[in-house]
């Protein structure tokens, strides 16, 4: 992706357990990064201890919160990609004091304690195309208003607003890429609460109905792990993007019925069932939304390479070797 | 105001021992309303012992975060006129944890205490002007887009953000109220952070030097405390207002020089000086900022009664009484 440029650089990885926090820091140490992880492991947020099988890095169990902690291990990093967060928009509404210490406040400790030690380290957020809501044109450019619809939302927005703000105030170089549905190896598919990517694909591969809410024909656009750490390798080497947000949207927007229908595909067959929405899904749901990425490939020449079915072939193919350490 | 309509019923005030939330206390007290007040007393925000003298109220001393207390004290309520929290933009750059505390948390904590202890109570949020940052149109209307400039306006737009999110999905009769500078009796003036007016009152009236950063042509707005006052009692009995968010607004842009003018005008004289603006205070400033309430006055029919000149006027005929209790 990009050779050699991370050789022997200092990366911390927060959330670097869970599915694309792990996925970079096996990319980067690979490439010969010196990588640090940190990951609080909480239950149930992607966190998993297989994904750092294997893995030449330095691991922290830590929550980012442990100020003593944290600011030894930021100290001297030259990159730092912050993946670390609650993620479910359903668990955001059933425990928002969770969501808001997961999403705001550790954002917040990780960019003080960065200040502190680390004032010139290349920041990248993981920010999340659900911050735009409801859609009020398609495709969502950077320029939506964002009024989200789930706590999750407003959380994942003040984060990427401190981001944006560290840079302005204090010259930090931050940038936020917004993240929409991604897949790929090392997902949790333990439940369905993390997207239903991830959990159409577990219950399409044990043989297990799938339920499409309301008529199956809402659109999104997917991403593939690969894809999304090109984005952020790219951006972290692109100093123009240095305050600025950037989505990182899919090849093209998909219906549910017709991901399914890949999805099926690839898996050999399914069934899926079209069902009422249950109410508290309902009063969340944002309906079509896909965003584009113009911006992005504008300013450091990203594209989406991998097609959705080649995407759902290799996450099939690690899951038909792993599936029950992710379940 | 709104003769007659708040007599006999129960209303909560929180942030009462303050500012906003004291005026709105006596006033309702005085119309009859069963008003129950509560405040963390948090130095430096502007909570004052000396606010509630006089008050016939029930009155806490508690943080909004303390879900045993507050739980309690919340249910049965018809009214939350919620006033708590961290006005100092400048304090929020210091300690913005404090901040997300007083701002964001307080104010989850404080809706998930009515969801569960007066669902149906009419709830109204003092947002703010600063929330929409630097403007990129004046005057500001309700539609700019939000760029906070400081913490403050991150969290104090996240705490608006749960309001009009717990209407949309919970149905709770929430509004929110963006406010401008206000000024009036009961506001400390016992430091520079939570605004210039009431330090230049506090520096004009014991014929101190004031000191305009950049040259004074900054043009802002104000609101009297007895307009706001009606702009919430109004908003709280127009059902039309409900998941809404509407600016305050002042008569018209003033520049600070004018300002100034008009203050050294009612004190009976006055100096100022213009500096260059400190570097930490540059950083946050917005330039030229004023709203229109135009969207107010059509909703609830309001608009600013109180002129800049006698509004000051009687600020002063109040400090010149209780300086001492305010400094």
């Known amino acids: ?38 990951d609080a492991m909480v239950k149930d947020t992607g966190a998993n201890p297989f994904n750092l099988e294997g893995l030449k890095a330095d691991i922290h169990r830590k929550d980012l919160r442990d100020r003593e902690a944290i600011g030894p291990l930021v100290k001297g990093q030259d990159f730092v990609f912050h993946f670390a967060g609650q993620v479910s928009h359903s668990d955001s509404m059933r425990d928002p004091f969770q969501d808001l210490g997961a999403n705001a406040e550790a954002s917040l400790a990780l960019l003080e304690a960065c200040r502190r030690g680390c004032p010139e380290a290349r920041i990248l957020f993981s920010a999340t195309r659900q911050q735009y809501g409801r859609p009020r044109y398609l495709p969502l450019d950077e320029a939506h208003p964002q009024e989200a619809v789930d706590i999750n939302g407003i959380h ?8 944006l703000l560290y840079h302005r105030v204090y010259g930090m170089r931050c940038t936020s890429l917004r993240l929409t549905n991604t897949y790929g190896p090392r997902q ?45 390798l790219r951006t972290a080497l692109n100093d123009a993007t240095l305050g600025e947000a950037y989505n990182v949207g899919g090849e093209r927007p998909y219906s549910l019925n017709e991901f399914v229908r890949v999805l099926f595909e690839v898996v050999g067959g399914g069934t899926s069932t079209v069902v009422p929405f249950p109410p508290e899904k309902k009063s969340i749901d944002i309906g079509d939304a896909y965003c584009t ?20 072939e290799r996450t099939v193919a690690f899951y038909r070797k792993h599936l029950e350490r992710y379940t």
Chains 1, 2 share one sequence.
């Open 156 to 163: 994942k927005r003040a984060a990427e607003d401190y981001h």
């Open 188 to 232: 949790l598919l333990a439940h369905p609460r993390q997207g239903f990517v991830p959990w159409f694909v577990r219950l399409a591969m044990e043989g297990k109905p799938l339920q499409l809410f309301g008529g199956g024909e809402q659109r999104r656009d997917f991403s593939y792990v690969d894809d999304v750490l090109e984005a952020f």
């Open 293 to 312: 990425a113009d911006k992005l490939a504008r300013a450091v020449g990203w594209a989406p390479k991998v097609p959705l079915k080649e995407g759902l």
């Open 1 to 38: 992706m990009t050779a050699g440029a991370f050789r022997g650089r200092r990366v911390l990885v927060t959330g670097g357990a869970g599915f694309l926090g792990s996925s970079m820091a096996h990319h980067l140490s690979a490439e010969g990064a010196q990588v640090t992880v940190i």
